[in-house]
């Protein structure tokens, strides 16, 4: 049991690192997600209305996907369970 905490402790280490790292990644891209979704949504509504309606459902789906709903939510959400499981491992080693 003692070897087994030696083995965890520099993984529980490297894996609150990673969180660090990535939260602060995550958090200084958000302004630059939001703008350019806004961007992207106002580009689709005027192709929406102008040029094509599947081009312009494509556009505004891509804009979903990059705005703060969409793929940063799903990487907070991951984030979040990698820290839950890093808790737990921090749990094990007290």
Do not use: D, H
């Not at 280490?13 to 969180?19: D, M």
């Not at 891509?62 to 990487?75: N, Q, R, V």
């Amino acid at each position: 049991m003692f070897i087994l905490k030696i083995l965890l402790a520099p993984v529980s280490l490297l894996l609150s690192l990673f969180i660090w790292l990535c939260a602060g990644l995550i958090s200084c891209t958000a302004f630059a997600f939001k703008l350019v979704s806004a961007v992207l949504a106002l580009l689709a509504m005027a192709v929406l209305i102008t040029y094509s309606v599947k081009n312009g459902i494509i556009l505004l789906v891509l804009a979903f996907l990059i705005s703060p709903m969409g793929l940063p939510m799903l990487a907070v959400w991951l984030l979040g369970k990698l820290q839950s499981a890093n808790e737990a491992v921090k749990g094990f080693l007290r």
